[in-house]
């Protein structure tokens, strides 16, 4: 049952962030938000999830996996309902944030319960299954938001969650072992150094604040000075001595940049270029996601036959094929001789690159940290995103340079993928 649980859980957390793209300009009108005050509905979930994963992921390492889960399933379901409730855009930026800090929890927790109760194909086949719902979530989001805003109301999404985490609390209670958290000192000053950084990070790339994003890198230095000195750090540097292990976070990164830019701009586009509905541009996505979910069945099969990089490597040239030609194409031809065949080999390539680039986010990594390993995994996942948006919303607002903006990235990331075939 772990797999299920785990898996459920984390496409919840996936699917929550990614109906806000079809949603929210009826957020906005609900609630009479102007423009500044609508991005931060958005932008307070992932400072917060961004900012807290690699504390939230070594806890799991100290305090138990089942323990610090119910804590996470709690605070997200919690939020979600009172958002789903609230009157006030006040209200709905406070609790969006106190959701960010509950899937900070669940999703390194969700892979580091993979790594602890599956093994060697097992493990691999879980593993892909996790990878492949990381691309399923934030494209079924995107219809599934479309779906219940159109036919219903924006808070259904966020009220829909309330049952599937209550649902999950009871599951995890049931079948997930109690394991015991290890007596280490908590590292308190590196977990406030954490937040601060990450979230100055991404907030002066959501926000465009050059100050806060220079003040980030600088905390993110003396963390990491801090941390090379202490016996028992929040985030063990040796986690980055595997070469493996670090070209992959460096990859997710890259790929994230590509992806959540694109999952973002291309509703938008939709809608407003062919006239599309919520609904209609989330439906619109059901090629990339169909396609996304018949690929990662047979990630595992490929992945023992040419292995984990070369999978990796393949997923990243047809990704930037689909790109490129969506790029050429003439953009007033409309969905089904622009958008249709392209979205196809896109799903194709996130089917390829999920997986692979989660495991080899893990590679190797000892099961005491398979906690803080996974928060590494999901900081790249959420910097990464963040990144990517900011640069591409600062550059242009022309979609056809967007997409040359995003291809240059995924371009980036198969030459990462190169370097890590380079083995140890």
């Avoid at 900012?51 to 992921?57: A, P, T």
């Avoid at 009172?82 to 930026?93: D, F």
């Avoid at 963040?386 to 903006?405: N, P, R």
Wanted: glycine share 10%; net charge positive; with cysteine.
């Amino acid at each position: 049952m772990i797999l299920p649980i785990t898996l459920l859980a984390y496409f919840l957390i996936l699917m929550d962030n990614s109906i806000i793209f079809t949603s929210s300009v009826q957020i906005g009108q609900s609630l009479g938000l102007k423009a500044a005050t609508l991005s931060w509905i958005s932008s307070a979930y992932t400072l917060t999830f961004g900012g807290c994963l690699l504390l939230s992921g070594r806890l799991s390492d100290l305090l138990g996996r089942k323990k610090i889960f119910l804590v996470g399933l709690t605070v997200f379901g919690l939020s979600s309902l009172v958002i789903s409730l609230a009157t006030s855009a006040q209200l709905v930026i406070v609790m969006r944030a106190v959701q960010g800090l509950g899937s900070s929890i669940i999703a390194p927790t969700t892979l580091a319960l993979i790594m602890d109760n599956y093994h060697g194909n097992t493990r691999q086949r879980a593993i892909s299954y996790y990878g492949a719902m990381a691309g399923i979530g934030s494209s079924a989001g995107l219809l599934i938001g479309g779906g219940l805003t159109s036919l219903f109301s924006w808070r259904l999404g966020f009220l829909i969650n309330a049952p599937i985490t209550l649902f999950l609390i009871w599951l995890t209670s049931k079948y997930v072992k109690k394991t015991s958290g290890r007596k280490e000192k908590i590292d308190y000053v590196g977990s406030l150094l954490s937040i601060l950084a990450l979230g100055g990070i991404i907030y002066g790339f959501t926000e465009r604040e050059i100050l806060f994003i220079i003040g980030g890198l600088v905390l993110l230095l003396v963390f990491i000075y801090l941390e090379s000195k202490l016996t028992n750090p929040l985030l063990p540097l040796g986690l980055f001595n595997d070469r493996i292990r670090l070209a992959a976070y460096l990859t997710r990164f890259l790929f994230m940049m590509s992806m959540l830019s694109f999952w973002f701009f291309l509703p938008q586009m939709m809608q407003k270029q062919y006239g599309f509905s919520p609904l209609e541009a989330g439906i619109a996505f059901l090629p990339l996601t169909i396609i996304n979910f018949i690929i990662a069945l047979w990630v595992p099969r490929l992945v023992r036959k040419v292995g984990n990089t070369k999978v990796l490597l393949s997923g990243e040239i047809i990704l930037a094929l689909g790109f490129i030609l969506i790029i050429l194409a003439n953009q007033a031809n409309g969905y089904w001789q622009v958008l249709f065949i392209p979205m196809m080999i896109i799903g194709i390539g996130q089917g390829l690159i999920f997986a692979p680039v989660t495991a080899a986010g893990i590679d190797s990594a000892p099961l005491k940290l398979a906690g803080i390993a996974s928060g590494v995994t999901n900081t790249m996942h959420q910097l990464g995103g963040a990144v990517g948006l900011a640069m591409i919303v600062a550059s242009t607002t022309d979609f056809k340079t967007e997409l040359k903006m995003i291809l240059v990235f995924t371009v980036l990331g198969t030459i990462m993928v190169m370097l890590l075939m380079r083995k140890k």
